[in-house]
């Protein structure tokens, strides 16, 4: 059983960083898959902010975070991490870890948001930007 816990959330003034991370257990066929994270602001739907593809580590990000949000992949401890900067009080809401296969006719970002059998999503971790 895959599972991914998130680290790192918390929170932050405008213009701060964080790092968040994301353990993946039992996840051992990585290499034809995405994995990224994804945001949920209260009263919003989830939405996917920033992919890499664990084949070639090519990154992915959803123009709102584009240059300040940098996704990274330690494949030798299994971990994803998302660095933070220039963070702004729009970017507060719950983080979450996922990993999902490419799918034909979709973006990382958008393949990471498929909700069934073959993508793993974790529980969250808070991100609070005060302005």
């Known amino acids: 059983q895959v599972q991914l816990q998130e680290s790192g959330g918390g929170s932050v003034q405008a213009r701060g960083s964080l790092r968040l991370s994301c353990l993946a257990s039992e996840f051992t066929t990585t290499r034809y898959y995405y994995m990224g994270w994804l945001r949920q602001a209260p009263g919003k739907e989830r939405e996917a902010v920033a992919a890499?593809?664990?084949?070639?580590?090519?990154?992915y990000y959803a123009d709102s975070v584009k240059g300040r949000f940098t996704i990274s992949h330690d494949s030798a401890k299994n971990t994803l991490y998302l660095q933070m900067d220039s963070l702004k009080s729009e970017d507060t809401g719950r983080y979450y870890c996922?990993?999902?296969?490419?799918?034909?006719?979709?973006?990382?970002?958008?393949?990471?948001?498929?909700?069934?059998?073959?993508?793993?999503w974790g529980r969250g971790t808070q991100v609070t930007v005060s302005s």
């Open positions: 996922a990993a999902a296969p490419a799918r034909e006719g979709m973006s990382g970002l958008q393949s990471l948001l498929v909700r069934d059998a073959r993508t793993f």
């Open positions: 890499i593809w664990l084949s070639d580590l090519d990154t």
